[in-house]
């Protein structure tokens, strides 16, 4: 099958590489499509990840540039990783959102979730009385509420505060309330993403969302789509033949990917 990656960083973020040298990697692959979702600014948290305050609009420029440029070689799509504690004013401009979310929000203060283990360690231990539950119930319930309010396209890396393996995937308090939490960003956005970036970068051994949310997505209609979550052009389609292997072991007949500029279904049996 020829893949689409929608989730791909390139320097105007936080990924190694320039965007033309992603869609020139893109098409060496012979990728059916790319887009870039590089990190909204996020005005709290100017200098880990995100794009620095004033890019926006040369990176729109720059991804429609190539777009034109490629054209008769690949589909580039202009999208954002929006986060769901940053504001971006116009979405005009944009092919898709993909909606994160990259922070737990307590008492004004925002904690990462996936920037660094001892910092999950330390905030969980300083701020929710060492109780990763209540931790990852703060976290739901923001995705939750930028999924309604912003009405992203994709919904990314759902269940991301799991990335250490410090929250405990199989507590069924903590799968309740991860699955109600799904369940309603999926009647609002029935798009989400098996995300492998996790796993390219040595966190993980399965992608986002984890298994025992995939019935859950099944009998909501939700449809899957494959994002790398990719900061170097290697890693373009990483994981995405084993990804489809594990969603037609579970069941899943297809796979969603962005073509001719909408959603369009991919058998995978
Ligand atoms: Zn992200
Ligand atoms: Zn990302």
Not at 103 to 116: I, L
Request: proline share 3%; net charge negative.
């Amino acid at each position: 099958m020829r893949y689409s990656n929608l989730h791909n960083h390139s320097t105007f973020s936080d990924g190694k590489f320039s965007a033309e040298e992603n869609v020139l990697a893109a098409i060496e692959k012979n990728m059916l499509s790319i887009g870039f979702s590089d990190h909204s600014y996020t005005d709290f948290d100017p200098n880990t990840y995100c794009m620095k305050k004033g890019v926006l609009p040369d990176y729109i420029a720059e991804i429609n540039r190539l777009k034109e440029k490629y054209k008769d070689q690949i589909e580039i799509y202009l999208g954002m990783e929006l986060d769901g504690y940053s504001v971006l004013e116009d979405r005009t401009p944009f092919d898709y959102i993909l909606g994160c979310c990259h922070y737990v929000r307590k008492d004004g203060m925002q904690f990462s979730v996936d920037h660094d283990k001892n910092w999950q360690i330390r905030d969980v231990a300083a701020y929710f009385d060492g109780d990763y539950i209540a931790y990852a119930r703060m976290y739901y319930d923001g995705y939750v509420e930028s999924v309604r309010r912003d009405k992203p396209d994709v919904l990314g890396h759902f269940d991301l505060p799991t990335k250490f393996s410090l929250v405990d995937e199989n507590d069924p308090v903590y799968r309740k309330m991860a699955t109600e939490a799904l369940i309603a960003c999926l009647e609002v956005t029935p798009v989400i993403e098996m995300n492998t970036g996790a796993i390219s970068r040595g966190y993980r051994k399965t992608p986002y969302p984890a298994e025992y949310l995939f019935d859950e997505i099944k009998k909501h209609h939700g449809q899957i789509t494959l994002g790398a979550d990719s900061h170097h052009i290697d890693n373009l389609i990483y994981y995405f033949d084993e990804s489809v292997e594990l969603l037609r072991a579970n069941g899943f007949q297809n796979i969603v990917q962005l073509t001719h500029g909408r959603f369009e279904e991919f058998g995978i049996v």
